[in-house]
């Protein structure tokens, strides 16, 4: 299988196991399960679960184990969306190519959604406890990388420095603590949680914790980019959105094109960070090159 076959049949596996993680939309109470599932079940690229899967593969196990694990990082991922949608954060109305949560919801109901997905998520990690051939240390360890990471140390830390840097001149190590906490911190707790609970040594899951600090970055700044460049009718968001809240970007800091070539050197170091899995590593280079030329 080629790369785009691969992503391909992974997003599928993805959403498959997200239809059945989640609670029907026949279940009581039915608005709040309709929200979940809106909230989920409505495009997106699922980076991060494939990312779980790929983690699981570099470690020596069959991606399918740890699928409730890379639903539980999808969850987590659509929660901060849902909010981040939020009038009280940037307002947006429109969320992959659709309306967002609280517009079709009620802002109520999207609050309660992101919460819910956010239990949900751990509830689908403390299941793998229940996976007699995952050891029990592995899974609470990555179950702890996954809450780190999500967390007030982690990707509502980014929140938080993004929220109190509107409006304010913000420097260059500013941008990128921001990015590696809201953006960078899910990516890399992705991957090394899937390398952790198959087992992968500590030579593998530091080369992966370097590559993903790298591919975390290139992912923000090419979204910084994509704000600018992008086109609505394909990344399924309205564009210029962070110029109009006056926020901090790698493009308002540093300009479009020192912007391209930091993504293009971010993703030169990720490649070299996978050395050590020699042929192994060929999908997460194909995956760090398309980065560089993603258009949502
Ligand atoms: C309010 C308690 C509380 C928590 C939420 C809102 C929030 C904390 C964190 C925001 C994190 C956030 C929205 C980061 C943006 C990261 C980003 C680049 C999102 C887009 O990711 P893609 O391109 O999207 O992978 P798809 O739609 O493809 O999944």
Known sequence: MNFQQEMKARKKMVESALDIMLPGSEVEPVSIHQAMRYAVLNGGKRLR???????????????????PLACAVELIHCFSLVHDDLPAMDDDDLRRGKPTCHKVFGEAMAILAGDALLVRAFELSANMLQDSSLPTENVLWAWNELATAT????????????????????DGDTLRVMHQKKTGALIKAALKSGAIVSGADEEQLQALEEFAGHFGLA???????????????????KSGSDAAGN????????????????????IEQAIRSLDIFGEEGWFLKELARSVLGRRS
């Open 247 to 266: 926020k901090a970007t790698y493009v308002s800091v540093f300009g479009l094109s020192r912007a391209n070539q930091m993504a293009e050197e971010c």
């Open 151 to 170: 967390g007030s140390r982690g990707m509502i830390a980014g929140q938080v420095i993004d929220l109190e840097s509107e409006n304010k001149s913000v």
């Open 219 to 237: 992912f923000q700044i090419t979204d910084d980019i994509l704000d600018v460049e992008g086109d609505e009718r394909i990344t399924g968001k």
């Open 49 to 67: 679960p494939i990312l779980v899967m790929e983690g699981a593969r570099l470690g020596g196990k069959d991606m399918e184990k740890v699928l």
